[in-house]
């Protein structure tokens, strides 16, 4: 078993609970100092700096939320000198502007040695050839992975995003073991493969980790099955730090946090209140090393759950479950919520057409439908109308009893659906509300 940092990845929980008291009092302190909107917050609620003695204390600490950080765009949460901060990543909100975020000398060091322990759970090391298909520039993904890769001592090939071609030959002439990009995109390459004839014995290649959006189990197992690698999940967010939040290790029961650095709790989005151990809820982020930028119980959207059980891995940091779904960009139509990963599993364990969909809500007549459009796989294509039929009425039952709605499914042709180098696109919502 190998481990990049092991006296804080196997630390006992209560040696842990004693780290986190000592980072937690120190980033409150610092903020308070340092951050007016924290200053306002914590005086709203009677607190003082000096209230926080523990790690039991920090579920009375105020929330820090999205809009706090476009309140006060670009830097007005930085708890340091702008001459301490020596590099910025942004994040592209779909809507107004975009979210700034940034890192002294230290914070840098702290995301390669997070990125170095996921690299090193998914089972690189210093030999191995990482291709960082992840784009670079303001996004955190790219050069997030990157320094980890090169902390960790391994051949780091900075392709970024994009440019499916020239990614496939380079993993090929340049030996790739392993792959750093979204699940869709891996898919995608998986796609361009088959296409171009490249076979699996001209790759290297050993294992991916993917993450920047949510992915389904079933299509862990289509691209486990159709690059012949592991597919290690890893969760992260750029105001938190970038990737590096959490990551799967070997035994691919949930990631592991580095809790030495990040503390994670579940709330009832709506109330706020924590969870009991092991419930699903919201899941919350404090920052107890970040200088920069940190966060006090930043409320990240994502659902999640915790476990706490020793892993068999011998990391004893928690695990958080696989997100399912997001408490802001859940659907709900005709009342009910609705997650476009619920779909996209129920098309892969029916397994007889692409994993590209899209979902598509209207309004008529004051009611919403939902339309889901399945790109079919070219041999089905071909197939006879009545065999297309039967493949329609089959994703229609299940999409019905797993949804608990209807839903209309369109079988579109092959390659219809736009592919993404990115984030997939998943639904279109024309409502008006
Ligand atoms: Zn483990």
């Known amino acids: 078993m190998s481990y990049w940092n092991q006296a804080y990845e196997c630390m006992s929980r209560e040696e842990m609970r004693k780290v986190q008291s000592e980072r937690l009092i120190k980033t409150v302190k610092l903020v308070y100092e340092n951050v007016p909107t924290y200053r306002k917050k914590m005086q709203e609620k009677g607190m003082l700096p000096g209230d926080i003695k523990s790690v039991d204390d920090l579920k009375n600490l105020p929330f820090t939320y999205k809009q706090d950080l476009r309140d006060t765009y670009p830097y007005g949460l930085f708890a340091v000198p702008m001459s301490e901060i020596v590099r910025v990543h942004a994040s592209s909100g779909t809507t107004g502007k975009k979210t700034v975020v940034g890192y002294t000398k230290n914070d840098l060091d702290v995301w390669s040695e997070v990125i170095a322990r996921t690299f090193t759970a998914a089972g690189a090391v210093k030999d191995s050839f990482l291709q960082i298909s992840y784009g670079y520039g303001l996004f955190t993904g790219g050069l997030g992975a990157h320094y980890g890769g090169e902390k960790l001592g391994a051949t780091v090939i900075p392709t970024s995003s994009g440019n499916t071609k020239l990614q496939l030959s380079i993993m090929q002439d340049f030996g790739t073991t392993h792959l750093a990009c979204t699940p869709s995109y891996a898919l995608y390459l998986a796609e361009e493969m088959e296409e171009l004839g490249i076979k699996r014995s001209d790759l290297k290649l050993q294992a991916g980790i993917f993450g920047a959006e949510p992915w389904s189990e079933s299509m862990r197992q289509e691209i486990q099955d159709r690059l012949k690698i592991k597919a290690f999940d890893i969760y992260g967010l750029s105001e938190v730090i970038g990737p590096g939040v959490a990551c799967e290790c070997e035994y691919q029961g949930g990631m592991h946090i580095p809790e030495d650095h990040f503390i994670p709790e579940i709330i009832d989005p709506d109330t706020g209140e924590v969870l009991p151990e092991g419930s699903e809820g919201e899941i919350v982020f404090t920052t107890i090393t970040k200088e920069g930028l940190p966060l006090i119980r930043y409320r990240t959207r994502d659902l999640s759950s915790l476990n706490y059980d020793k892993c068999e891995c011998g990391r004893t940091e928690v695990r ?84 608990g709605i209807g839903a209309k499914i369109k079988l579109v042709e092959p390659k219809t659906i736009q592919r993404s180098e990115g984030k997939a696109k998943r639904v279109i919502d024309k409502r008006v509300i």
Request: aromatic content about 4%; proline content about 4%.
């Open 320 to 403: 958080m479950n696989k997100v399912a779904g997001r408490t802001d960009d859940m659907l709900i139509i005709r009342g009910v919520n609705v997650f476009p990963s619920q779909v996209e599993s129920v098309l892969l364990s029916i397994g007889e057409t692409a994993p590209h969909y899209m979902l598509v809500v209207d309004r008529k007549d004051n009611l919403d439908t939902l339309e889901i459009q399945v790109e079919i796989t070219p041999s089905l294509f071909s197939d006879e109308v009545k065999r297309l039929e039967d493949v329609e009425k089959k994703i229609s039952k299940e999409i019905n009893s797993t949804l």
